[in-house]
């Protein structure tokens, strides 16, 4: 029987480049499905759950929320037929974080131009 090569959480976290508490936690919340254990008791991780993880992680930094990483964890193992589902998740956060960059952009606009105003006014001197 070939039995697919697994790693430790620890050898998981050194590859993701992320700390074992980190993956523990995706563990833990059940978002990387089928991590088994070792004789010793141990998390051990198969190439395919790293790779899911590291997806994962990515929506966490691009700030999709718990239930949304859940639910494109519980897509992603269901396979190639869910796509359009994952997609349309991916494509609902990006319009998000293309509004937020607009938002962010009009904020340093007005910074600048708050800025431009006092640098072009002489400075009052102190009585």
């Known amino acids: ?3 697919e090569p697994t790693f430790s959480l620890r050898e998981a976290s050194q590859q993701l480049h992320i700390e074992p508490s980190t993956l523990r936690y995706f ?8 991590v088994r254990r070792n ?11 790293i790779d ?14 718990t ?7 519980r897509l992603y ?13 991916l494509t609902t956060r990006k319009r998000q974080l293309w ?11 007005f910074i600048e131009r708050q ?3 006092f640098q072009s006014r002489p400075t009052e001197d102190a009585e």
């Open 39 to 49: 004789k010793r008791g141990y998390r051990v991780l198969t190439q395919p759950q």
């Open 77 to 89: 193992c269901r396979g190639h037929a869910t796509i359009t589902e994952r997609t349309a998740l």
């Open 1 to 3: 029987m070939n039995q």
């Open 52 to 65: 899911l993880a590291f997806i994962l992680l990515n929506m966490k930094q691009a700030g999709f929320t």
């Open 115 to 117: 800025e431009e105003l």
């Open 99 to 109: 509004q937020e960059i607009t938002e962010r952009q009009k904020a340093i606009d």
């Open 67 to 73: 239930a949304e990483i859940r639910q494109y964890s």
């Open 27 to 34: 563990c833990n919340k059940g978002l990387i499905p089928g």
